[in-house]
């Protein structure tokens, strides 16, 4: 049976989200999971939300592109969406349209703001431990055509291999630990949002674009990007930054 590009692709995103440097940032990994995703199955952009420490709240971490971005903010001012609920219930999401029912009934007010924004269904998968849950990585669909059961199979596959990496590089004994990473996550998120937002004005880019830049420039030089957007917070744009990613 000929191997398909797709398969190769697969393999690929699956040895590089487990190929992080001893002392990686989260963040790095869990963006790279969302960015897999997104080239991977049919969905439009992905995110991820986790449980705080006392499993009774929600937030989200990263997500693919500012579109994505702009959604988990809305659950956030709504308090209500499937990303916090997958998260919350720790139950995977099938695929569920938001142009009818069940989406339109269980989050009425967000099914509204994410058609506006070109979304018409959502699926969610776990991000989890051995022994629990820890958040879930939402897929934001803009089709047909959908993920079918394999493509969300899929997702599991690449949550799962994430969450691995996250346990066991950082030679973590037990959940609380690897909570503990995931609150550095949230505290890197909001370092890496002012920075894009700083990059963005001066290069007279838009957001995800300046996203890009900085996790190029990171990458290309071994940099965290906690490290870099720290600097260019300071004032100090590297003149790196200025070259096109692509």
Not at 24 to 45: K, S
Not at 108 to 132: D, H, K, Q, S, Y
Not at 233 to 239: L, V, Y
């Amino acid at each position: 049976m000929p191997t398909t590009d797709r398969e190769v692709r697969i393999a690929q995103a699956l040895l590089n989200l487990t190929q992080h440097r001893t002392e990686f940032d989260p963040l790095e990994l869990l963006h790279d999971l969302t960015a897999h995703t997104v080239t991977l199955l049919p969905v439009q952009c992905a995110g991820i939300t986790v449980l705080s420490h006392d499993g009774h709240n929600t937030v989200y971490v990263t997500a693919s592109d500012e579109l994505c971005l702009a959604l988990e903010e809305e659950q956030s001012e709504l308090g209500e969406g499937p990303c916090f609920d997958s998260a919350r219930n720790q139950q995977p999401l099938p695929v569920t349209s938001l142009t009818g029912p069940p989406g339109t009934t269980q989050w009425p007010r967000f099914a509204l703001r994410a058609r506006e924004m070109g979304i018409t269904a959502v699926a969610a998968v776990i991000l989890r431990l051995p022994n629990r849950s820890v958040g879930a990585l939402n897929l934001l669909i803009a089709g047909p055509p959908y993920p079918t059961g394999r493509d969300l199979q899929l997702a599991q596959s690449l949550s799962d291999t994430t969450a691995t990496t996250l346990a066991l590089r950082q030679q973590l004994a037990d959940k609380d630990q690897v909570l503990d990473q995931l609150q550095i996550a949230l505290d890197s998120r909001l370092v890496i949002e002012q920075a894009k937002g700083a990059l963005s004005v001066r290069l007279g880019v838009g957001m995800d674009e300046a996203f890009q830049r900085l996790r190029a420039h990171a990458r290309s030089r071994q940099q965290k990007l906690t490290e870099l957007s720290a600097q260019i917070i300071r004032g100090d744009t590297p003149a790196g930054l200025h070259a096109q990613t692509r």
